[in-house]
């Protein structure tokens, strides 16, 4: 069963630390991994993709990495800003579809 | 460019009723799409288009019905409102990769 799993659920940081969200997945046949931003009340916004053959991928304060042997990917946020609390969700994309795989999301929030 | 558009942003309906959420975008993206996303799950896939007049099932289809007569347009129905279909419903466009959403109609059914 294609799977997306996100941890972890939430995750509480003062504002300047760094912090990691992890995504284990189990797509077959794999396509690509997104990483999304959603605030509040709106809808997602992506932050990065990744196709098979790339390792890392940066957009500003946020790197994302992958590791398709292992099926997991990471999404590192540094020098945290209060701006930066959000929901963060895992998308796996199967390939040759347009299927796409939604994690539950890692509530992240930014405290002064 | 305005990007996904959905109206209404908020709404109350009681059991039983119908109604029809709008999703427009102006990309003139082929790929539309309708998702629900309820707390501690992912988005769920309702209905989605990879064209004008083409329309397929996703993965909790029942209780809605789509259309798609034009490229821009992308409207889901409900048919007749339950309890069940309280949730946040989100509307996608896609050139192919990725996607880009909509802000969202929060559907309260009393």
């Known amino acids: 069963k294609n799977q997306v799993e996100q941890s972890p659920q939430s995750l509480i940081i003062l504002e300047g630390k760094n912090c990691t969200l992890q995504c284990n997945y189990t797509v077959s046949p794999f396509s690509n991994l997104r990483w999304y931003k959603q605030d509040t009340g709106r809808g997602p916004v992506s932050l990065t993709i990744?196709?098979?053959?790339?390792n890392t991928k940066s957009n500003g304060r946020y790197t994302a990495t992958l590791d398709a042997d292992t099926k997991q990917s990471s999404l590192h946020i540094t020098a945290s800003q209060l701006s930066d609390s959000a929901s963060y969700i895992c998308?796996?994309?199967?390939?040759?579809?347009?299927?796409?795989?939604f994690g539950t999301g890692t509530r992240l929030k930014v405290l002064a | 460019n305005a990007g996904v558009t959905q109206t209404p942003k908020f709404q109350v309906l009681k059991t039983g009723q119908s109604m029809t959420l709008q999703c427009a975008q102006d990309m003139n993206h082929e790929y539309m799409s309708w998702y629900r996303q309820d707390p501690g799950m992912g988005l769920r896939l309702i209905h989605y288009s990879v064209g004008a007049g083409i329309t397929d099932q996703g993965e909790v289809p029942n209780g809605y019905n789509v259309s798609r007569s034009t490229t821009e347009d992308f409207p889901l129905r409900l048919l007749s409102a339950a309890p069940s279909q309280t949730s946040v419903y989100f509307c996608a466009s896609s050139p192919g990769r990725g996607y880009t959403f909509g802000s969202g109609t929060r559907l309260t059914v009393v």
């Open positions: 998308v796996v994309s199967a390939g040759g579809t347009y299927k796409y795989i």
């Open positions: 990744m196709t098979f053959s790339e």
